[in-house]
C-alpha cells in the first residue's frame, strides 16, 4: 500500500509466494514411478524378457482374462514370427532350384503379420472395442502352441524312416495346437467382440491360425 507521501508499506496481512512446483494433474510422483532412463539396460531387458514371458504363461493356460491386453507389446509376435519363419524356410525343394529359403523365410512373415492385420482389421469393422495392437498382439502371442507343435514335428521328423504312424501323430499333435491357440485368443478377445457378432469375429481367427497350422503340418524336412 502507498501512503500520502508516495511511500510504500509493507501490508502484513498480505504475502505473494513466488516459488512453487509445475505439475500435471493425474501424473504419477516422481518418488513413485522410477524412469527407466536412469536403470542399467540390464535391468530394464530383464524386465521386459519376464514380461514376455508372463505373457507366454497366459497363452499356455487361457482363461478369459484382460492380461494381454491391459500391457500389450510385439516383441513376443516378433519372436514367434521369426522363429516359425526359420524353422519353416526350404521346407520344399524343387530340382531347379538351389532354395535358399528366402522366398520362404519372407512367405510365413507375411502370412503371419498380414494375416493378422485382417483379422484384427475385421473385428474393427464388426464394432469391437479393442485397439488394433491390442489385437495384434493377442493374435501373435497365441502363435506359442503352434510354435511348440512345430518343434515336436521337427523332432518326429528325425526318424530315419517315416510311417504312417508317425504322421498321424504329428497331425494329432497339429490338431492339438490349432484347438489351443483358437481357444486361447477367443478367450482373450472375447469381451471384446460384439454378443451378436461372435461367430463372424472368431471365424477369421480359425482360419488365421488353420493356415498356419497347415504350413507347419505340411513341413516335412528337417
Not at 6 to 20: A, Q, R, T
Request: hydrophobic residues 50%; negative net charge; charged residues 20%.
Amino acid at each position: 500500500m502507498a501512503d500520502v507521501d508516495g511511500e510504500f508499506k509493507e501490508n502484513p496481512g498480505i504475502s505473494v509466494d513466488l516459488e512453487g512446483d509445475i505439475t500435471v494433474p493425474g501424473a504419477p510422483d516422481e518418488e513413485d514411478d522410477l524412469s527407466t532412463l536412469d536403470e542399467p539396460v540390464r535391468v530394464t531387458v530383464l524386465r521386459d524378457v519376464k514380461a514376455v514371458g508372463k505373457k507366454f504363461v497366459h497363452v499356455l493356460w487361457p482363461k478369459e482374462s484382460r492380461a494381454l491386453l491391459r500391457e500389450w507389446d510385439l516383441w513376443g509376435p516378433l519372436i514367434l514370427c521369426i522363429f516359425l519363419a526359420m524353422m519353416l524356410q526350404g521346407s520344399t525343394k524343387t530340382i531347379d532350384s538351389s532354395n535358399d529359403g528366402g522366398p520362404q523365410f519372407a512367405e510365413v512373415f507375411v502370412i503371419y503379420w498380414v494375416g493378422a492385420f485382417i483379422v484384427t482389421l475385421n473385428i474393427k469393422l464388426l464394432g469391437g472395442s479393442i485397439s488394433f495392437f491390442q489385437s495384434v498382439c493377442v493374435l501373435g502371442y497365441c502363435v506359442l502352441p503352434l510354435a511348440v507343435s512345430l518343434i515336436v514335428c521337427r523332432i518326429i521328423l528325425l526318424a530315419e524312416t517315416q510311417s504312417v504312424v508317425l504322421f498321424i501323430i504329428r497331425c494329432v499333435v497339429v490338431l492339438i495346437a490349432f484347438g489351443w491357440s483358437t481357444f486361447a485368443s477367443t478367450a482373450f478377445l472375447s469381451e471384446s467382440q460384439p454378443p451378436k457378432r461372435k461367430a463372424l469375429a472368431v471365424y477369421p481367427i480359425f482360419l488365421f491360425y488353420f493356415v498356419i497350422s497347415w504350413l507347419v503340418i505340411s513341413h516335412t524336412h528337417t
